[in-house]
């Protein structure tokens, strides 16, 4: 997309159709997006967050998040942000809820929010529950970092919905490292959920440690914690492991032993443990040259 279609998607905010100017809020998120950027977008977006149409209020809304999630930010959001919470439809609480969390990403946050968030947990919209998981996952970590309190947290967890607890597992992942290594009490944290009594909880905590460890973020003082894993009862949580301590080998640590340790696995009773685990195997050898053990 040209700067110059963008230009356009900004002159259009200020259009008297409420379709032209939902459609230009949605694509200049969708440019967004894709890193470009243009901070008098965001100047124009932030009054249209109360215009009286719901597709308006809706993309405005992603778009500012959007936004957020890059760096680009106004204070003056918040507030309507905030409103938007009690909006009719559950599509731009949903949108408002995301773009919230961004905020918080950046230090912006109200605990004034909280109750709200934690009312979606349960609401009909599965998108909402799982941008509210997410939300106040952010919100959580905050908390744990700044009080060292994981009351939040147990709330989040209390509920059964497993797209809360993937939204949770997701926040936790964004705001985790400290340059090289975990933050102390997020670690602390991360190693009560990895035995935690949920199987949903241990199996995406476990997910997480692997999706960082692929982006090369590794913390060795996770690893006794994540090889308990390996003898789980639930399979999803054994692949979960094998997964997460594959990326760990794949980055160098314990290489040599955790190969050792993996090749146990591709004998599992269960298929995709099995399969998780030749296919990592497999993936090491190719990578480091290592022959099978």
Not at 159 to 179: P, Y
Request: net charge neutral; glycine share 6%.
């Amino acid at each position: 997309m040209k700067g110059q279609d963008l230009e356009k998607q900004i002159r259009l905010l200020a259009d008297s159709d409420r379709l032209l100017r939902s459609r230009a809020a949605f694509n200049i998120g969708r440019y967004a997006l894709q890193g470009q950027l243009d901070r008098r977008a965001l100047k124009l977006l932030i009054p249209m967050l109360q215009d009286e149409d719901r597709e308006v209020r809706m993309n405005s809304a992603f778009a500012v998040g959007e936004y957020a999630s890059r760096g680009i930010f106004d204070e003056s959001a918040l507030k309507p942000l905030i409103k938007l919470l009690r909006d009719w439809s559950s599509k731009v609480r949903c949108r408002a809820t995301t773009a919230l969390g961004e905020y918080a990403k950046l230090g912006f946050y109200s605990r004034g929010i909280i109750k709200t968030l934690l009312r979606f947990l349960t609401d009909d919209d599965k998108e909402l529950r799982a941008n509210a998981g997410w939300t106040l996952g952010i919100y959580a970590v905050k908390e744990i970092l700044e009080k060292n309190d994981s009351e939040l947290m147990e709330k989040i967890l209390e509920t059964r919905d497993s797209n809360v607890k993937v939204g949770l597992s997701i926040a936790l992942a964004e705001n985790i490292w400290d340059g090289a290594q975990m933050k102390e009490q997020v670690l602390e944290r991360f190693i009560e959920l990895l035995s935690h009594k949920d199987p949903q909880i241990r199996e995406g905590i476990a997910f997480v440690i692997g999706e960082n460890a692929e982006e090369k973020q590794v913390d060795e003082r996770i690893l006794k914690p994540l090889l308990n894993l390996l003898n789980d009862p639930d399979p999803h949580v054994r692949a979960n492991a094998v997964f997460a301590l594959g990326a760990y080998a794949h980055r160098g640590v314990k290489t040599n032993y955790l190969i050792q340790k993996l090749s146990g696995f591709t004998e599992d009773p269960d298929e995709d443990v099995k399969e998780t685990a030749k296919n990592i195997l497999q993936r090491l050898e190719l990578k480091r040259g290592f022959a099978k053990p």
